[in-house]
Every structure is written in structure tokens, then in C-alpha cells.
């Protein structure tokens, strides 16, 4: 089969339309086939197809970028206001200075602030970035300093599906099948720009499948399934590189790291049933080996903004002072946010820092690699006793047992008190009207670490099952006007007790939301920089080193057991 589609069934949106961007192209060529047959007559039997998904195409951004605009490129600010050397109690009012845009230079905008002053090399970038994105629309920014860019981003796809099958009469009384998937799909995601790489997910998930069914007589048959599935994907980021960016003004990547999951299952079923007289017993077990294999980029950049609000007194610190040079009438935040892009000094920036499984602090650009483990084992028995023609009972016991999740390398650690325990002293503290500080400490545990696990097993999952089936026969009257005469309804009830397995999801958390494990983050406080006596540290390009800035410390490498200090005041 093929199906085929134009771009000339595309059409433009609103938004294109109103800023001169051209309709975006829609092309979808989806295709494929099956064939099956005989390899060995009434023995052997195959089947394959395949289906195929080309898409290419180019989709308006859902969000416009922030953009500088060529004026703000050229070292000024422009805003609402009154000329310099005009009194602020005269501008804007009756019989007063009438406010009009006001451009300040980069010679005023030194003398404004002569301690920090102009940084040349931001200036030089956010003019690249006003020559390489021209703004075209308007609806975003402040329309003086900064604005949006629009465009459309190429969105192609390509998606693959394999399915193969083969079935084999084995004997008179056994069939056996093996059964195959594979799928590969490559979807390019939105980038930040027309010109910068597009984060991408190849998606190339796998499953294989056989099973044996025997029937060694009428009465018994016994049946066996494997089962193996491979989830896994790779999400590809946008950049490797330091995130460094001006707060509302530009930004030149999306920053999405890269993160990759495989996720491999192996899974082991057989189930044995038996009829005898009017019963039908059941025995089987099921068998998972589960595995969850990460490596992410998430924390292995560090960050730095020029950001207005954490200077000492906020953004009004660059409005009072620019405002006591030429008044400001109207909005104040977008004068915050261009002189805090031109001065160029980083208010806010964060490292992150990560470490191997040895203590050693890793470079900065290092993933972090785990691979979580498990194993669950369940064993059960039913029998379904048809007590009279009419009434059935199933009663059944299912067991089941969970290997406590753990990190195959030993990336594991977990509260030396159990936090159930920490929460309670916290709570009963609190009613005695009393605080409790005491820090929490981490320890390594897990099997590679020959520690205890991070959570005990629970041997205790017996899940019995009862349910029944009556199918009345109301021969008259009311009940069997309403219900049918002859069978014709049936009333079932039934009784459960199950568990839930969730050892996998808090391991990941743990490991991903723990800051006192194998990671560890220095940030910046609001407040630590000023313009005067205090100056953050300078732009000097992206991808530029963030841990050699002032007040970051290198931490060195670490040791078991960690506790992170009381901080009374943070």
C-alpha cells in the first residue's frame, strides 16, 4: 500500500500571515506491505510487514523568540520618558515635560553606571543576534529594546515498523510461535532558531515474543511464554555547552540535554491448567527481570543568567538610578532587563556538579550513567469449581515477591534513619511546640556496595482472589419477568487483594532529586551582587566556564556517610 500527500493541501495560520512568514510545507508519504505463507507444508508458517511514515514538513514555533532589537545591538536602551536633565516630578504631568522615546547611549549609559559600565562583548552579540534574527513580530518584548522572531521550523519524521512471525506444529499435541518487532523512528523536535541544531528522539524500541503450548491430553495443557521488550529512546539535545543566557532578551539555544533510556525486560510465563470432574485448576508462575539503563545530560552543565531581579534591590536598582538621569514615564521592567543585557555581568548563575562512583568530582559535560535492577517472582494456584449448572466459585492464591530495586555500579545511597522515622520525630516535635534541626545524613547501600538495601523486602504479598458466578432461573413471576426465565442473567461478585510494585519509580526519584548523593549544586543568592561596590561577574561568550566565577568552590571529591550542614538562615 502507499499513501501520498502534497504540500499543496497546506495552509497558513494567523500568526504567520500577520508577520510576512511564508505557509509552511506538509508532505506525508506513508507506504508498506505484508506477505505470509507456508515454509514447510502444515508445519512451518511465516508472516512479515512493514509499514513505513515519511513525513516533511515545516510548522509555525509555537512561542516567538525573544530577540533584541538593532538598537539595543548598538549599545542603547530606549524607553518612554522625559529628556535628560529633566526633573521627575515634571515629567508626565500637566503643563509639563511631555513624555516622548528616549535613546541612551553607550557613553550615557557608562556614566549612569561607571563602576560595571558597558559590557563590549555583550553588546557585540546581542548584535549578531538583531542582524541574524530580525524581529518581525511585535506582539512580544516591549517593542523598543527587544521583540519576537517567528518562523517555521522544519518538523521531518521518519518512522519504521518491522513485524515478523513464524508458527511451527511442532507435533500432533505441541505448537510453537516466535514472534519479532522492531521499531525505528527518528522525530525532529522544535529548535530556537532557523540556524541551531534541532533537539531529535530516535525512538528504536524491540520486542520478541515465543511460547510452547502442549496439550498432553485432554484434560491437561501446559502453556509456556518469553517474552522479551527492549523500550528505548535517546533524546537529543540542542546543546553541550554551559546554559548562559540574557534574561527576556536572548537566549541562543533551547538548552535541552540529551538524555538516553533503554529499558530491557525479560519475561518468563507458564501456566499449567487442569480439568477434573467440574473443576479446572490452575498453576503458573511469572517471572520479570527488569532492568533501567540512564544516561542523562540533565545536570552535567552548569548555568548563568544576566538576570535584573537578583541584584541588590532588584531591578530597581538600574530604574532609580536611570531614572534620576532622564525620567522614566512608562514601563519599568524592560529598561531592567536591556541594561542589565548590555551591562553583561551574571546576577545568577548555578554549577552543578556530579561525581563518580569512587567519591571523584567528574568534569563538567559528564553524564550521569545508572543502571537500576530488579526482580519479581510470582507463583499462583486457582481452581474454578462449578458447584451446579448455575453457580461457579473461582478461588485462587497468587504470591508474589519483589527484589528490592538497586544500581548495578554501586550509584546508591539512601537516609542512615529511615525517613518515615525522621518525618514522625519532626511531627511530634512540632507538637511540643519545639524544632527539630537535625541534619539528614546518606550512606551507601545496594548489593554493589554490600550494604543493606534502600528499602526492605516485603516477603509478606500472599494475594488471594475469590469471585462467583450465579446465572438464576426464575421460572414465573415477578422475578422472572424481570431477571428472564431459562438462565438468561447473570450476577457476579468478587474479591480481590493485589500489590503494587514501586521500587523502580522511587529509586529513579531518589537518584534524580537527591542532592546529597553522587551530585551536589552551588547557586547564587539573590541580593549577592550590586552595581556599585559588589560587581557580578562578566560575559565573555557562551560556553563559557562557570565554576572559575567568584563564590563558586570546587567541593573535591567526596565520601560516604554525607550530611549536609544545618544552614539556619539560607
Known sequence: FEYYRTKKFSANNFFNILSGIEKPALIRHTFGGALGGPIMKDRAFFFYSFEGDRITRSQPIEVPRNVPLPSLGLGQVRFVGCPPGTAPDNCGVPGGV??????????????????????????????????????????????????????????????????????????????????????????????????????????HPQGIAAGHTWTLNNSMVNNFRYGFTREAFSQQGDSGENQISFRFIFSPRRFERTLVRVTPVNNFTDDFSWVKANHSFGFGTNIRLVRNQRDSFDNAFDNAITNPSFYQGGGASITDVVDAFSPISGALTPVENAVSALIGRYSQYSALFTFDRDGTLLPSGTPAAREFRTEEYDVYFQDSWKMTPNLTVTYGLRYSYSTPVYEKNGFEVKTTVPLSDFFAARQAAAERGEALNTPITLDLSGKANNASPLYDPDKNNFQPRVAVAWSPSFKDGFLGKVFGRNNESVFRGAFSVTNDYYGQQLAVTFDLGNTLGFSSSQDISANTFNLTTRPAPLFTGFGQDIRSLPRITNPGNISFPRTQPFEPSP
Open 98 to 203: 511631555t513624555p516622548s522615546v528616549q535613546t541612551l547611549t553607550t557613553a550615557q549609559l557608562n556614566s549612569i553606571f561607571p563602576i560595571v559600565g558597558i559590557n563590549p562583548a555583550a553588546v557585540a552579540v546581542l548584535r549578531d543576534a538583531a542582524a541574524r534574527y530580525p524581529a518581525n513580530d511585535f506582539s512580544t518584548g516591549d517593542g523598543l529594546n527587544s521583540a519576537g522572531f517567528r518562523f517555521n521550523t522544519p518538523l521531518p519524521a521518519e518512522r519504521n515498523s518491522h513485524v515478523a512471525k513464524f508458527d511451527f506444529n511442532v507435533t500432533s499435541k505441541q505448537t510453537a510461535f516466535v514472534r519479532a518487532n522492531v521499531i525505528y523512528d527518528l522525530i525532529t523536535q522544535e529548535r530556537q532558531f532557523p540556524d541551531t541544531p534541532a533537539p531529535v528522539i530516535w525512538s
